[in-house]
């Protein structure tokens, strides 16, 4: 490959990555670099309507949807198996896309 195509190649790159920051930082405005460490925060609505945030659970970084109006708070299976966090009980969810029972 010669010199002109590899910086053809190098610009392109960079502009994917930085096309893609802005996507990023558009649709989930509420990083935790900057929302900060503080106990109250308040979350900024992404493009599409839907309140998500990085947070940080049993010092672990994770990525959330905050449902403003639900009567309860699930994570997914992979989550808590990565927090560590045992489940003293199966109970059935019921979502969007259907029933469900954690194994």
Do not use: C, F
């Amino acid at each position: 490959m010669n010199v002109s195509k590899l910086v053809w190649v190098i610009v392109w790159l960079a502009l994917a990555s930085g096309l893609y920051v802005l996507a990023d930082s558009a649709l989930n405005p509420n990083k935790i670099a900057v929302l900060g460490n503080d106990h109250n925060v308040t979350l900024q609505r992404g493009r599409d309507g839907h309140y998500r945030a990085e947070a940080l659970i049993n010092g672990i970084k994770v990525d959330v949807l905050v449902d403003t109006g639900a009567t309860g708070v699930a994570i997914s299976q992979r989550v808590a198996d990565q927090l560590q966090i045992k489940s003293q009980q199966a109970i059935r969810t019921s979502t969007a896309n259907g029933n469900t029972v954690p194994i």
